[in-house]
């Protein structure tokens, strides 16, 4: 539906089969979409495939530009990626949160945009109330040893700059209700690009904002009255979860890469005896070294709990709504909610 330079075209095309161009019908990336013909979009990173992916149903195709199992924070687009953009008649981002696929997409898309914070509202970090004293947040610029980010005795004093997030906390994901509100924009996109399609976009939407809005039902009544109300994770991206009365208390910062400080990890293990914490959580996509450390020295066990930034080989067969309820359940299991 978009045109493109035949040059360009050629050479991204010649690109796209050497490197092989996988889109969500691929089951290893666990949203789903339609076959070979309609609409092709690109979804920056999973939440926002998923979304697009029950909008768009059997009407187009969705090209994820993270790659399973990938962090999706620091992702620097190849030409598969820049690729997906160019052929694409609607991309989906969240600007700041990957810098690299904003630059790659102001460059080469020729398609519709939907920027997902500017439609769902982001809430500054400030006003959820997280507990942030005592960390500092730390990133290498090079991102050097993937997997060394500081472990015990390597908590580095003077930092990097980190990922620039602004004020705002960008995982607005973990708020079912926000998500859908994301689905009910991709939908009207979507009708205007394929009018002859716009009653099942929307119908598709509505369907998603059910399935949403009872998983949101699921957080409100099975943390209502729990023993505990705060949690420990690897790193700060469990804000949004504070509509449903939980506080957060990160290892590391925005960034899952972040180091923090000893002292930081000092006020942790305070705040674990002091509230009686039984579990600190790690996260697939990042490496649980920190979490696993600091659970250790403060005598507590250790679960996951996704960010569902990304799928892995583990979650392959899983999607955003079943990680969601395994995340309540852990949460439950930790809070010790009735």
């Not at 010649?14 to 161009?21: D, E």
């Not at 519709?112 to 730390?138: K, Y």
Request: include cysteine; proline fraction near 4%.
């Amino acid at each position: 539906m978009n045109r493109t330079p035949l040059a360009i075209t050629a050479l991204l095309s010649s690109a796209l089969l050497l490197s092989g161009c996988g889109a969500l019908s691929d089951d290893s990336s666990g949203a789903g979409s339609g076959g070979g013909d309609g609409v092709t979009v690109a979804a920056a990173f999973y939440p926002l495939a998923f979304v697009t992916g029950r909008v768009l149903g059997d009407h187009g195709t969705v090209d994820l530009l993270t790659t399973p199992g990938t962090e999706p924070h620091d992702l620097e687009p190849t030409i598969r990626e820049t690729a997906a953009i160019v052929d694409a008649d609607l991309v989906v981002i969240e600007r700041d949160f990957q810098p690299g696929i904003d630059a790659a997409v102001d460059q080469n898309a020729t398609g519709e945009v939907i920027d997902a914070a500017e439609v769902v509202g982001l809430i500054p970090f400030d006003d959820h109330g997280a507990g942030h004293e005592g960390q500092v947040d730390h990133s290498d610029d090079d991102h050097g040893d993937e997997g060394d980010h500081g472990g015990e005795g390597d908590h580095a004093e003077e930092g990097h700059e980190d990922h620039d997030h602004g004020d705002l906390d960008p995982h607005f994901w973990l708020d079912p209700i926000r998500l859908a509100t994301l689905g009910d924009e991709i939908a009207d996109r979507l009708a205007e690009i394929d009018p002859d399609n716009a009653q099942d976009f929307r119908d598709n939407s509505a369907a998603l904002r059910d399935d949403l809005t009872a998983l949101d039902e699921s957080f409100t009544t099975g943390l209502a009255d729990c023993e505990r109300t705060t949690i420990v994770v690897s790193h700060d991206a469990f804000g949004y979860l504070d509509k449903y009365g939980i506080e957060v208390a990160a290892v590391a910062g925005l960034s899952p890469d972040a180091t923090p400080t000893v002292a930081g990890l000092a006020e942790l293990e305070d705040l674990i005896a002091e509230d009686g914490i039984t579990t600190v959580f790690s996260e697939r996509l990042a490496s649980p070294r920190l979490t696993a450390s600091l659970a250790r020295d403060a005598g507590v066990q250790t679960a996951v709990l996704d960010p569902v930034e990304g799928l892995t080989d583990e979650t392959a067969d899983e999607d955003y709504l079943s990680l969601m309820e395994q995340n309540l359940a852990a949460l439950q299991q930790a809070n010790g909610c009735r």
